[in-house]
T-cell receptor, first 111, second 113 residues
Framework: GQNIDQPTEMTATEGAIVQINCTYQ??????LFWYQQHAGEAPTFLSY????GLEEKGRFSSFLSRSKGYSYLLLKELQMKDSASYLC????????????FGTGTQLKVEL | DGGITQSPKYLFRKEGQNVTLSCEQN?????MYWYRQDPGQGLRLIYY???????QKGDIAEGYSVSREKKESFPLTVTSAQKNPTAFYLC????????????FGPGTRLLVL
């Protein structure tokens, strides 16, 4: 079966840096996505990693280690609007763009 | 504007009733997906379709049915066999293959009366 683990909740302070971890054990791997989802809304795409290393995109960065089955999302200069759920999703091999999602990490940014 | 639309935003189902959720996209994507999201949980795949007139079951297909008669449309029917249908339903689409992400519609919240 497929297993993707993320912390359930995290709290951080406005202006700080937070790292959200994701570990995965899947039968096949063809890339890892991070999405942001505000309550009651659709997930929106943040980043995609398929090779080992760090991908930087403005205040958001994502890291992947395929050998360790591990990824993290790094959010810098936190803003109140970053309070949301962050979903880790693994793209499986074997046809289509099927994704398997973790349960998501609810991030709360406080003053 | 290109995008994915879902309707209705809220839907109420009576016991024993079938209801159909609409999903339309004008992104010219071949692949479309239906997910269910329960409180505090991630997205679980119900059905997906990689091409018109073809679809496959996802991880939790029991009690649901779909059709893909047009590239733009992928409606989901929640049948009376689905005993716990209350959830947030999300439709998504993507191009085939590569590193393309899935794009999500705004979702439909289904509630049982």
């Amino acid at each position: 079966g497929q297993n993707i683990d993320q912390p359930t909740e995290m709290t951080a302070t406005e202006g700080a840096i937070v790292q959200i971890n994701c570990t995965y054990q899947t039968s096949g791997f063809n890339g890892l996505f991070w999405y942001q989802q505000h309550a009651g809304e659709a997930p929106t795409f943040l980043s995609y990693n398929v090779l080992d290393g760090l991908e930087e995109k403005g205040r958001f960065s994502s890291f992947l280690s395929r050998s360790k089955g591990y990824s993290y999302l790094l959010l810098k200069e936190l803003q109140m609007k970053d309070s949301a759920s962050y979903l880790c999703a693994v793209k499986l091999t074997g046809g289509g763009n099927k994704l398997t999602f973790g349960t998501g990490t609810q991030l709360k940014v406080e003053l | 504007d290109g995008g994915i639309t879902q309707s209705p935003k809220y839907l109420f189902r009576k016991e024993g009733q079938n209801v159909t959720l609409s999903c339309e996209q004008n992104l010219n994507h071949d692949a479309m997906y239906w997910y269910r999201q329960d409180p505090g949980q991630g997205l679980r795949l119900i059905y997906y379709s990689q091409i018109v007139n073809d679809f496959q079951k996802g991880d939790i297909a029991e009690g649901y049915s779909v059709s893909r008669e047009k590239k733009e449309s992928f409606p989901l029917t929640v049948t009376s066999a689905q005993k716990n249908p209350t959830a947030f339903y999300l439709c998504a689409s993507s191009v085939q293959g590569g590193m393309e992400t899935q794009y999500f519609g705004p979702g439909t919240r289904l509630l049982v009366l």
